[in-house]
């Protein structure tokens, strides 16, 4: 006989858990019991929207789900935006949440809430887990659900009563994952396609990518003479260095780019969705008349064709496809259109320079050109992101971890995750001062753990994005965006860490480098100068719309 948590931490051992990411509450208390003697680390965060996070982040990493568990009512509603960032970004993630006693279900108890309802438009499958012997069937149907298709958040409550009553189950041993492949008939058809086209342009995107399927897509683009973008937020699928990277369709993408998304006559979609970012806001290919065919490999099979109607659709996870297309030897070449496309992103990459002793576009390339290939950059939502889209090259896969969500406050928790899964590389989080001031409390969560990512703080004294949409649409009308910060250098240090502060771009360096030396959690405040908003657009130089 075992009590509920003790079943459920023998479970998460069945599927291979070896950390998992925490706020503690009452609620659990038979859960923190379990991982007491269990050997998986409960990495103990500050607040539940940064473990979440931290979990998120860790799904992303791994491909297998990144655990978390919170307590009942405000610690649910505050895990809730990690939850949101795992489902738009499809992110295998398993959020526990305590729940209140069985019997008193429906009385507004103290923090009650129906997980299921709250949930349910929120995660991939939301369900609460009655009986204590039934907890190894829910955990193993959760890791299940988590992984299979497009995968995503699934949500487990918890009643502390059935947690801490006891059963004799046995363990479980994982779910078989279900197979998928692409025959070579339905290669060569995408093959045809692509070799009757004039502009072909291949999207990769998505989640589930190896290193294997990154060297495939590479070798499948060289060989067939294709231009490849990645979606937002997905570089690093893609050496940016070789010839037929083309750029990524994110928010403030190339114009040029742009251009040539909408001019392609034939789209290869592997593993990204034909969602708003991608297109533009649906601009740039119009649902009702695409014009041009379409060819989407995608796991879920409900996605290709449900905005664009599509001329093939593969279920299959890009890996699959590509380890069949790169079978043929190449055919044709298109140099033309790939070498124009090439040239178009080499100019969008070359820096622009913006105002200010500090210039955030020189401090991106200096890391881009100094950091090892290996480094993890993380970031999370702010003006400051495009000067990473736009000016960082990523050099190999999983470099990059950011929401496509756009979630601020998401960066500084992923580069912890990250230091944590791989404390031999060098960890970056790109931020700016409201996002950073989103989640900062973390530092604390970095300095127990021993986690030594460094922060690279933007600050230009607002939230710098809205600030631009604001003087685009109400010019000279200021209201809510402008912000007061903190000494992040002082705080990093009270916490613990290393802190600078950086107020020309030729003392960034040395700052970094004595980050580095730290071999601790380091914050590099950069401060910017206020006018200055994006890679393309200071205060005084917006047009109005």
């Not at 990411?21 to 680390?41: K, M, R, T």
């Amino acid at each position: 006989m075992r009590h509920g948590g003790r079943i459920l931490t023998d479970q998460l051992q069945a599927q291979g858990v070896g950390r998992v990411f925490s706020v503690p509450g009452e609620s659990f208390l038979a859960v923190l019991d379990g991982l007491c003697d269990s050997g998986i680390e409960n990495v103990v965060c500050r607040h539940e929207g940064g473990a979440a996070m931290m979990a998120e982040a860790s799904g992303k990493m791994t491909g297998r789900p990144g655990v978390v568990f919170v307590t009942r009512g405000p610690g649910a509603t505050n895990a809730s935006a990690g939850v949101h960032v795992a489902m738009q970004d499809a992110t295998p993630m398993i959020l526990f949440v305590g729940q209140i006693a069985r019997q008193n279900r429906d009385r507004q108890s103290f923090q009650e809430i129906d997980y299921r309802a709250f949930f349910g438009p929120l995660a991939k499958w939301a369900a609460e887990i009655d009986q204590t012997d039934r907890i190894p069937e829910y955990v193993n149907r959760a890791f299940h659900v988590a992984t299979s298709g497009r995968p995503g958040p699934v949500v487990l409550a918890l009643p502390e009563d059935m947690l801490s009553a006891s059963a004799d189950v046995p363990v479980l041993a994982p779910t078989a994952a279900p197979k998928t492949s692409v025959s070579p008939e339905a290669a060569e058809r995408t093959h045809d396609m692509l070799d009757r086209a004039e502009r072909p342009l291949v999207i990769a995107g998505g989640g589930g990518w190896s290193a294997e399927a990154c060297a495939d897509l590479a070798r499948f683009a060289a060989a067939q003479g294709l231009p490849v973008a990645t979606s937002f937020r997905r570089q690093d699928l893609m050496d940016n260095r070789l010839p037929n990277y083309v750029g990524d369709l994110g928010v403030a993408m190339n114009p040029a780019l742009a251009g040539h998304l909408r001019d392609a006559d034939c789209l290869l979609v592997l593993g990204a969705r034909l969602g708003d970012i991608t297109t533009g806001g649906h601009r740039l290919i119009d649902p009702a008349a695409p014009g041009k065919t379409i060819a989407h490999v995608h796991p879920d099979p409900d996605l290709p064709g449900s905005i664009y109607r599509t001329d093939m659709a593969l279920t299959a996870k890009p890996a699959e496809a590509l380890a069949r297309l790169v079978e043929r030897p190449g055919q044709r070449g298109r140099t033309d259109w790939t070498r124009t496309m090439r040239d178009s992103y080499q100019a969008w990459s070359r820096p622009r320079q913006t105002p200010g002793a500090v210039r955030l576009e020189q401090v991106v390339r200096h890391l881009s050109d100094t950091l090892p290939e290996d480094a993890i950059v993380t970031s999370g939502a702010g003006n400051y992101g495009a000067f990473v889209h736009r000016y960082f090259t990523y050099k190999a896969p999983g470099t990059q971890l950011s929401p496509i969500s756009g979630s601020m406050g998401y960066g500084f928790p992923a580069a912890i995750a990250a230091s944590l899964q791989h404390p031999n590389r060098t960890v970056v989080c790109f931020t700016g001062d409201g996002d950073f001031q989103m989640s900062l409390n973390e530092i604390s969560t970095a300095t127990q753990f021993g986690a030594a990512p460094i922060a690279v703080v933007a600050n230009n004294g607002r939230y710098g994005t809205i600030r631009m949409h604001q003087e685009r649409s109400y010019p000279g009308r200021v209201s809510g965006t402008d912000l007061t910060s903190p000494d992040y250098a002082a705080l990093a240090r009270a916490y613990g860490g290393h802190g600078e502060v950086v107020e020309t771009t030729e003392d960034f360096a040395a700052a970094f480098a004595r980050a580095r030396d730290a071999a601790t959690i380091a914050v590099i405040e950069l401060r910017l100068d206020p006018g200055m908003l994006s890679t393309s657009a200071s205060l005084g130089g917006i047009e109005p719309r």
